[in-house]
């Protein structure tokens, strides 16, 4: 595990463009942190760096945001609000993770189950001088 300090909303999107590089087809990223931590805002770098030009928002409508025009697909989810782990099911959670994209997932302790079982893991955490980002 590694440790980045970021000092800014900028800093994070900066190392969450590096950290796009190192992703491949069918990863997944559970992306960690209490509400307001920053999460969207690793979504958004990450986005950037897979080259993805359209404005990443927080899914809203069924959960998932599809970015289809960077180096690989993206799939964002924000669970936040999914009501239960059977309603994701419906939905159709699971296929996103076997379509050879990349999916990033905020909130994925409310979907445990539906989880791949290969995943990896940032995790940003708020400090008196920014995000301390785990990885
Ligand atoms: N160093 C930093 N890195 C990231 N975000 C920062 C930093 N400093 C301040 N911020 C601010 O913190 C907020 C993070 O919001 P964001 O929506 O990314 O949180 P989140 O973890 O996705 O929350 P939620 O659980 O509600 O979805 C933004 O307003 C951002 O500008
Ligand atoms: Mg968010």
Redo the contacts with the bound molecule.
Sequence with gaps: MAVFV????????RWAEAFAGTLTAGDTVL?E????????????GIARGLGVRSEVT?PTYAYINSYEEGRLPLYHF?C?RVPSEDYARALGFEEYFSMGGVCLV??SENIPSLLPKDFRTVK?T?TPF??E?EF
């Design positions: 970021s000092h800014s909303e900028e800093e994070t999107l992306l942190g209490e509400m307001g931590a920053g999460k969207t805002v690793l979504a958004k927080s924000d936040y905020e909130w940003i708020k920014g995000r980002i």
